[in-house]
């Protein structure tokens, strides 16, 4: 089946830079996404992807695909204390919003 | 973006004991659901898609008659999950998606502890 894979720790100084990254197997992912999850809570969508996208910008977050490498990272720019939780990447086969093959989480540790 | 609310947000409940979970979607109408377990610092595990009006479709490995799933409403899917064990505590999750929308909105989770 599908497999997502994730680092799972990152520890970032305030104003830094974060990069998490991400590798998947399905090729015929069609959306990719990021997702936030705060300790205790449910998941806030913070970004996707279309396959056929290789760059997405949304202000501090920047979305790069490798579809022949099936790499997917998030760069999240000038980190602040509030970005301090698990990400999630997040996979969807032909069909857009099916259902969702989720990474193993990154949780980034924002440092001051 | 859509508000989709999950009830309760924490249960404990008694071994041997039946929990409901509740997930509506606030906002628009939910043609399929998706329910969600999470342990601890693990990712999400997909256990069931439901779609209104008809019956669940599990993942392998989940037990149907376990994990009861509803979806009775656009705006309404329940967990059941019957005759709970300690094993089975964990985070629910669900979420919910628009007929033709590629976004699904999830809920806030529940935590459930069974003792």
């Known amino acids: 089946g599908e497999d997502v894979e994730q680092s799972l720790f990152l520890s970032v100084r305030e104003g830094d830079s974060s990069v998490i990254n991400c590798t998947y197997t399905d090729s015929s992912s069609t959306y990719l996404y990021w997702y936030k999850q705060e300790p205790g809570a449910g998941l806030q969508l913070l970004t996707y992807?279309?396959?056929?996208?290789d760059m997405k910008q949304d202000q501090r977050l920047t979305v790069l695909l490798n579809k022949k490498d099936k790499h997917l990272s998030l760069r999240i720019a000038d980190t602040q204390t509030g970005d301090s939780a698990i990400y999630f990447c997040?996979?969807?086969?032909?069909?857009?919003?099916?259902?969702?093959?989720f990474g193993t989480g990154t949780q980034l540790k924002v440092e001051l | 973006g859509a508000v989709v609310s999950q009830h309760p947000s924490w249960v404990i409940c008694k071994s041997g004991t039946s929990v409901k979970i509740e997930c509506r979607s606030l906002?628009?109408?939910?043609?399929?659901m998706f329910w969600y377990r999470q342990f601890p610092k693990q990712s999400l595990m997909l256990m069931a898609t439901?779609?209104?009006?008809?019956?669940?479709?599990?993942e392998q490995g989940v037990e149907k008659d376990k994990f009861l799933i509803n979806h009775a409403s656009l705006t309404l899917s329940t967990l059941t999950v019957t005759s709970a064990h300690p094993e089975d505590s964990s985070f629910y999750i669900c979420?919910?998606?628009?007929?033709?929308?590629?976004?699904?909105?999830f809920g806030q989770g529940t935590r459930l502890t069974v003792v």
């Open positions: 439901s779609n209104e009006g008809s019956k669940a479709t599990y």
């Open positions: 992807i279309f396959s056929n996208m």
């Open positions: 997040a996979e969807s086969g032909t069909g857009g919003g099916n259902k969702l093959t």
């Open positions: 906002d628009f109408q939910a043609t399929t």
């Open positions: 979420s919910a998606r628009a007929q033709g929308n590629t976004e699904a909105f």
